[in-house]
């Protein structure tokens, strides 16, 4: 099983900053991606952003490219999101999200594990 621990979450007014971090524990060993989704009220879980554990290959959706970066710390099992310039509409709760695959890296149902979610809410 592989357990997924999101912290950093929280309120930020609009033009500020957060990071959020995601650390993975368990039998994470054979697993090729970790992503970020956010769901905001009313609406469907997006694609954000993801990495792969064995290459430098970044992956955004096209609404956070160039204030969003996705990145990693193998020895420590964690990846982080940080966000700058952030927007109201950035507001949602934020899940990580671990795959097995390599495939189909923004696709939602090619991951396999998830986090429990964290609020991030941007004020105008």
């Known amino acids: 099983q592989v357990q997924l621990v999101e912290s950093g979450g929280g309120l930020v007014q609009a033009g500020g900053s957060l990071r959020l971090s995601c650390a993975a524990s368990g039998h994470t060993f054979s697993s090729e991606k970790m992503g970020w989704f956010r769901q905001a009220p009313g609406k469907e879980r997006e694609f954000v952003a993801a990495?792969?554990?064995?290459?430098?290959?970044?992956y955004y959706t096209d609404s956070v490219k160039g204030r969003f970066t996705i990145s990693r710390d193998n020895a420590k099992n964690t990846v982080y999101l940080q966000m700058n310039s952030m927007k109201p509409e950035d507001t949602a709760v934020y899940y990580c999200a671990l795959g097995m695959s390599s495939t189909t890296i923004r696709l939602e149902r090619s991951y396999d594990y998830w986090g429990q979610g964290a609020q991030v809410t941007v004020s105008s």
């Open positions: 990495i792969r554990w064995l290459s430098t290959n970044t």
